[in-house]
């Protein structure tokens, strides 16, 4: 991991709103609930190693992870490597980050639930309470070669906050904290939304809105509920959670992530393809 920055993009941007529609002339369909069961259980071995590096706890045959001699910053648009002062200010801001999202003392990051895939797969969510009192989640495959989200929710503002750096909408989480990843069965949206609700309308990148009906768990020793739904080869771009007919709160995807996940379905990794969208989406330059 590297840069000043310990997370460059914004997930989502938290807005307030009025109503929820979906533009005119799409596609809105209401799902089922999703497969989503209650667990109470330690986390997946590979998940307690993972969530133990990227929170710099030591782990047997493995180097935790730092800040490494790739520490870039911007001088008038164009990128050079961080001085000496700089590196070691990325140093300590990334050591006070690990530090914030670890896990209280007596605390180990716990299966809350799991959602079933097809083909007996599994995705689970993981949850811990960490050192400054905040809820951590993280979501990953329940085999032994499945990956992570990496860590998203409460905690995240938290981490900013003790490691001076700027705050992301993206670490807001209130009446909705989720978070979207990309899976070998395509992406998928999990984490917490408010109690009161009952319905969530997730619109996808193709406009489509599909409404979800909220039946999860609630978070142990919390009171929001969960919820996990696979959304396949299209991620979302807009939330609406809803109380009956009330909409409680929307987000909306940032306009340069929507982007560079639209080069990303329509030329995969083909690489200067790819490359040559994003920047053309973005006006940044990729790699970087």
Partial sequence: MAGVAVRALAVATLVVAASGCAGSGREARTAPAPPVSALTAPAPALLRRLIALETGMPVKGSRTSGVD??????????????SAAETAKAARQFRAWQAALRPALGETPETIAALRLAGGRRIVLVAWWTRTGALCLETGDASTSGGTSGAFGPCLGAAARASGQKQSPSYACDAICLHSSHTRSGYLLAGTVAPSATALAVTDSRGAT??????????????????????SAHDWRRLSLRRGSTVLASRIMPRAQAAIEDCEEQYGDHGAKLEGCM??????????
């Fill in 69 to 82: 001699q790739i520490c870039l910053t911007r001088v008038g648009g164009k990128q050079k490597t961080c």
């Fill in 210 to 231: 599909t409404t979800y009906p909220l039946t999860g768990p609630r978070v142990p020793h919390g009171s929001s509920r969960v919820f996990m739904a696979s959304l």
């Fill in 279 to 288: 920047s053309a989406a973005t006006g940044s330059t990729f790699p970087p």
